[in-house]
């Protein structure tokens, strides 16, 4: 696995990309979980305070929407538009494997995020580690690899590398707005909250939550994030082109 | 032995023809060139030839190997150099020749291959921080890392300075005695006379015409001009009486001779016949330029 070996040594080497996904979310999580109210309970999220799963969660959900909707499709188009996935196809290896060895990486990547907020939130906020883990595993695994289908879309979309990421971030202020970045999903008018529960950010930034606290995850949760595996991994086998 | 065969190729895209019927075969040990202007359907050609695209029409064999059915085969026997592929920036050197080396069952021990393009040197460099000749050496040995018999390399001095140009010459010429068959796509007519042992001009998906450079030259008939000053008056009969003298008119002190053939010999044999001693000898050739246009009325660059 050289493409692996290399692929990372890449991605260390051109270091702020990772370096920002990693470090925002958690500069943020300690700023602003540092405000001594948000340690406090809030009859707005049912009594938790924001530092107990909000804050943390939230944090991750930007993580993971930052590599998947940002750092994968400007990767990907990159390596498209230099022609390198066509000159692999000249090879004996399928380009399939860089993509692969890119979705990989990118999913440690949010996994090295989700540790690092995990610890930090812990030992500087006091939250806790989340207590249904294995459910949190499968929520982050489930969440994590839907984003990435639609960071794949994106790729796929993208007609130069530039414009990549640009359609990234716009894609994730919705995203974030839905997973509940600004208005938690507690104090979210019904329709607001419906449409939150059936756009891939909210199922995941609220099944984190819910398993972060010790609950079960809502099964609806569970299946959206599983349909848009589907679907937007679906789209991108049928829209990805190698060169 | 014909290692590559094409016959007939078609190719169109959606909205038009990019090659409408090309053949030729190459030898095994030559080198090939591939040379027309742009837009004529030179890469299309090669793209076809190199499995990456689906031809509408023609056979293409590869040593026998059809690059449609049996691309897997064809990777094994085929590296290709493509047009403006390039790398990650934060690749190193080795990085990619270590890493395209592990594709390969087979591959060629890549610190020799390194070495032989040159770039030992630069070898913890970063693919972003070469230069033009330098990437496309780089590139070459990537085509050539899993001991291909047949290299296609496209446009592969676009862009580079002269030195760095004539660099990469010696490097193919290298190359082509290690045994590798080479394919050849430019549209620098010096780089076919100076490399390819055959060539096909291709215009407009067509190929206009095929043989050696030299052959296409003195095929299409044009006049070559010898022009010197002698050290005596010459008397124009006597060159006009040679066969492959056309015309003798004079500038000043200088005696300009147009015709076909062997005429530079013919010239100063006739000339030494005389005692006449050409002074300031200079011989103007038609070259593949001037065949391309003799041959489709149009220029190639």
Known sequence: MKILAVETKMLLRDWPAPLIVLALPLGVLLILGSIPSFSEPNPDLGGQAFNDTQMPALMLVLSLLTVSLTVLPGTLATYRERGILRRMSTTPVHPMRVLGVQLFINLVLGALAAVLLIVMAKLVLGSAIPKQLPGFVLVFLLGTAALLSMGLVIAALAKTAKVAPVIGSVAMTPMMFVSGMWTPREIMPPVLRTISDYSVGGPLAAALRDTWAGNAPQPLHLVVMAVAVVVFGGLAVRLFRWE | ?301
């Open chain 2, 1 to 301: 032995m014909n290692l590559i065969e094409v016959s007939h190729l078609h190719k169109r895209y959606r909205d038009h023809v990019a090659v409408e019927d090309v053949s030729f075969s190459v030898d095994e040990g030559e080198i090939f060139g591939i040379l027309g202007p742009n837009g004529a359907g030179k890469t299309t050609t090669v793209e076809c030839v190199s499995g990456l695209r689906k031809p509408d029409g023609g056979r293409i064999r590869v040593a026998g190997v059809d690059p449609v059915g049996e691309r897997d085969r064809l990777r094994l026997i085929l590296g290709a150099q493509l047009q403006s592929a390039i790398l990650p920036d934060q690749i190193k050197v080795w990085e990619a020749l270590d890493l395209y080396a592990s594709f390969y069952p087979n591959p060629v021990h890549w610190p020799d291959l390194l070495d032989q393009v040159g770039l030992t040197a630069k070898r913890d460099a970063r693919f972003g921080k070469l230069s033009g000749g330098q990437r496309q050496r780089l590139s070459v040995a990537l085509a050539l890392v899993g001991r291909p018999r047949v290299a296609v390399l496209d446009e592969l001095t676009t862009g580079l300075d002269p030195q760095a140009r004539r660099d990469v010459w010696e490097l193919v010429e290298q190359i082509r005695r290690d045994g590798v068959t080479i394919l050849l796509v430019t549209h620098f007519m010096e780089e076919a006379e100076r490399l390819c042992d055959r060539v096909a001009l291709i215009d407009g998906g067509k190929v206009a015409a095929a043989d050696t450079p030299a052959g296409l030259i003195a095929g299409v008939g044009l006049d070559q001009s010898v022009r010197f000053r002698p050290s005596e008056p010459v008397d124009d009969g006597v060159l006009l009486a040679l066969p492959e003298v056309h015309a003798v008119t004079r500038d000043g002190a200088h005696v300009v001779v147009r015709g076909t053939g062997n005429l530079a010999p013919a010239v100063t044999l006739a000339l030494a016949e005389h005692r006449i001693v050409p002074g300031d000898l200079r011989i103007e050739q038609a070259t593949l330029d001037d065949a391309f246009l003799a041959l489709t009325g149009r220029k190639l660059q």
